[in-house]
């Protein structure tokens, strides 16, 4: 049975970077392209971004300049990278897979408060 | 204005049916795109429930019951996500995505009530 288990800092102050993994257990790495997605609290989701296992990565235009995704495919493992934090970065960061546009995986959420 | 837009809350009872829609701002025809589904449960991830394009494109998701459909509305230029037969488990938050070239959009959700 697939998998997703993510983890990273929960706490940063403003202006660090916010820096999650995702490690895939149980299934391919390949032939999907996998998914950062963000959920402020009691707010709706928002879209990160995503990258495939040869590094080819689609970002969302409104973070674009402070994301920075990669992948290591050695470990079945992607990342994400977020710089120059602020409170509106706080929010519950999910990873995912995502299949022809369906994201059908998703991680178990990790919570991310930014705070001085 | 957002690419988007889901009204914040619908409400509707036992038994019934209910219709959610998803509006797409007038630069973005409702023809071009799948509309995928989501629903979210409080405390836990998003699932997805399915995506509709047309009715000869279009796919359930995985253990979706049928009482869950997907429709377009071309004058309103909105997704419909139609829900027959309501139970108190499908109170939960639904989204609607849609993929605009290589990025994806998400609306801002719907709360629904089961009352």
């Known amino acids: 049975q697939v998998r997703l288990q993510q983890w990273g800092a929960g706490l940063l102050k403003p202006s660090e970077t916010l820096s999650l993994t995702c490690a895939v257990f149980g299934g391919p790495f390949s032939g999907y392209y996998w998914t950062w997605i963000r959920q402020p609290p009691g707010k709706g989701l928002e879209w990160i971004g995503e990258i495939n296992h040869s590094g080819s990565t689609n970002y969302n235009p409104s973070l674009k300049s402070r994301v920075t995704m990669s992948v290591d495919t050695s470990k079945n493992q992607f990342s994400l990278k977020l710089k120059s934090v602020t409170a509106a970065d706080t929010a519950v960061y999910y990873c995912?897979?995502?299949?022809?546009?369906?994201?059908?995986?998703w991680g178990q959420g990790t919570l991310v408060t930014v705070s001085p | 204005q957002a690419v988007l837009t889901q009204p914040s809350s619908l409400s509707a009872s036992p038994g019934a049916s209910a219709s959610l829609t998803c509006t797409l701002r007038?630069?973005?025809?409702?023809?071009?795109?799948?509309i995928y589904w989501y629903q979210q449960k409080p405390g836990s991830p998003p699932q997805f429930l399915l995506k509709y394009k047309s009715d000869s494109d279009n796919q359930q998701g995985s253990g979706v019951p049928s009482r869950f459909s997907g429709s377009k509305d071309a004058s309103a230029n909105a997704g419909i996500l139609f829900i027959s037969g309501l139970q108190s488990e499908d109170e939960a938050d639904y989204y609607c995505v849609i993929w605009h070239g290589s990025t994806s959009v998400f609306g801002g959700g719907t709360k629904l009530t089961v009352l």
């Open positions: 995912a897979r995502d299949f022809e546009g369906v994201v059908g995986l």
């Open positions: 007038s630069d973005f025809n409702v023809s071009s795109y799948r």
